[in-house]
């Protein structure tokens, strides 16, 4: 996990260097829109009566939030983020370290057996010699051959793995400091309230990006723990040649496969906590835009008009 913390140190580094621009860039879009909001606010309440005090506040809130963005908002999430996975990476060494004590005792067992089955000491030519003679086949030779083939292709699917897992942690940082240089700007349209609902749609994205490093930790945990299952088993039952190898290597693939579908696993975890709300309200939000750039604008031409005309 060392190259995880350095992405999050880049990560740091670059949202010092880059952040305070796009924060500029905010600051100019929540003055406008405040001027927006204000000026639709003074007419509403001069056309119906009454102020609307909280809606009137809302820019200088958001105002103070952009000012202390990366404390109040990128920091907490981050922390969040780096302590699941450090907690989820310690669980999964624990794991790993019990594999390689199963691979051990798995290569022990095997070479008791054959230990066992070696009746005589010759030398390799008297046994080629032997299975000429006798014509017996090469599936009955001994196993080594074939195991040595399986390790080698589940070798290559654990690499698979790991590859797997390095490019879900790297995009889903590079999406997080995406979302982190943006947020800024999400918020500051926020102070419109058509865009209201972009702030609890941001958030949304953020923790379902956020969530892909524990879940693919998660699922290595799971997958790596079914091995551990099934090599304690062929202990137990004597079965250390190849049935628990084969097993072993159809798990690693699932373990692939299942790394390249966290985004979407992460998708269905927000969905399931409130997240289709969220995308509902996005979606009603794109299509009131329109309506409510267009209500504002009459707005505030009528309230020129009516005091400065």
């Given at each position: 996990m060392d190259f995880l913390q350095e992405l999050y140190n880049l990560k740091s580094l670059l949202l010092d260097d880059v952040f305070p621009q796009f924060q500029y860039v905010a600051s100019g879009i929540g003055g406008i829109a405040a001027t927006i909001l204000i000026v639709t606010v003074c007419y509403e309440s001069y056309i119906k009566g009454g102020f609307d005090l909280g809606l009137a506040l809302r820019p200088f809130c958001i105002a103070f939030v952009l000012s202390v963005f990366p404390q109040l908002v990128i920091a907490p999430l981050d922390g969040i983020?780096?302590?699941?996975?450090?907690?989820?990476?310690?669980?999964?060494?624990?794991?790993?370290?019990?594999?390689?004590l199963l691979?051990?005792?798995?290569?022990?067992?095997?070479e008791y057996e054959e230990e066992a089955t070696d009746v005589d000491n010759t030398d390799i030519a008297d046994m080629d010699a032997k299975y000429?003679?006798?014509?017996?086949?090469?599936?009955?030779?001994?196993?080594?051959?074939?195991?040595s083939c399986m390790n080698i292709m589940i070798w290559l699917v654990n690499l698979l793995t790991h590859v797997a897992q390095v490019f879900v942690s790297f995009l889903s940082i590079i999406y997080m400091m995406l979302l982190s240089l943006t947020g800024p700007i999400?918020?500051?349209?926020?102070?419109?309230?058509?865009?209201?609902?972009?702030?609890?749609?941001?958030?949304?994205?953020?923790i379902q990006i956020m969530l892909w490093q524990p879940l693919a930790q998660i699922f290595i945990f799971l997958t790596g723990s079914i091995g551990n299952i099934i090599l304690e088993t062929a202990l137990k039952e004597e079965r250390t040649i190849t049935s628990?190898?084969?097993?072993?290597?159809?798990?690693?693939?699932?373990?692939?496969?299942?790394l390249f579908k966290i985004p979407t696993i992460a998708e269905w975890v927000v969905e399931s906590t409130g997240g289709t709300g969220f995308n509902a309200a996005v979606?009603?939000?794109?299509?009131?835009?329109a309506a409510?750039?267009?209500?504002?604008?009459?707005?505030?031409?009528?309230f020129f008009k009516r005091f400065l005309g």
């Amino acid at each position: 996990m060392d190259f995880l913390q350095e992405l999050y140190n880049l990560k740091s580094l670059l949202l010092d260097d880059v952040f305070p621009q796009f924060q500029y860039v905010a600051s100019g879009i929540g003055g406008i829109a405040a001027t927006i909001l204000i000026v639709t606010v003074c007419y509403e309440s001069y056309i119906k009566g009454g102020f609307d005090l909280g809606l009137a506040l809302r820019p200088f809130c958001i105002a103070f939030v952009l000012s202390v963005f990366p404390q109040l908002v990128i920091a907490p999430l981050d922390g969040i983020s780096q302590a699941t996975t450090k907690w989820m990476s310690n669980i999964c060494d624990d794991m790993k370290s019990e594999r390689e004590l199963l691979n051990k005792r798995i290569k022990a067992a095997i070479e008791y057996e054959e230990e066992a089955t070696d009746v005589d000491n010759t030398d390799i030519a008297d046994m080629d010699a032997k299975y000429q003679a006798s014509n017996v086949s090469r599936a009955e030779m001994p196993g080594w051959i074939e195991r040595s083939c399986m390790n080698i292709m589940i070798w290559l699917v654990n690499l698979l793995t790991h590859v797997a897992q390095v490019f879900v942690s790297f995009l889903s940082i590079i999406y997080m400091m995406l979302l982190s240089l943006t947020g800024p700007i999400t918020f500051a349209l926020a102070i419109i309230p058509s865009f209201r609902s972009g702030i609890t749609s941001w958030f949304a994205r953020y923790i379902q990006i956020m969530l892909w490093q524990p879940l693919a930790q998660i699922f290595i945990f799971l997958t790596g723990s079914i091995g551990n299952i099934i090599l304690e088993t062929a202990l137990k039952e004597e079965r250390t040649i190849t049935s628990p190898q084969l097993t072993l290597l159809c798990v690693s693939i699932v373990s692939v496969i299942g790394l390249f579908k966290i985004p979407t696993i992460a998708e269905w975890v927000v969905e399931s906590t409130g997240g289709t709300g969220f995308n509902a309200a996005v979606n009603k939000a794109g299509v009131n835009s329109a309506a409510g750039a267009k209500r504002g604008a009459i707005a505030a031409t009528a309230f020129f008009k009516r005091f400065l005309g």
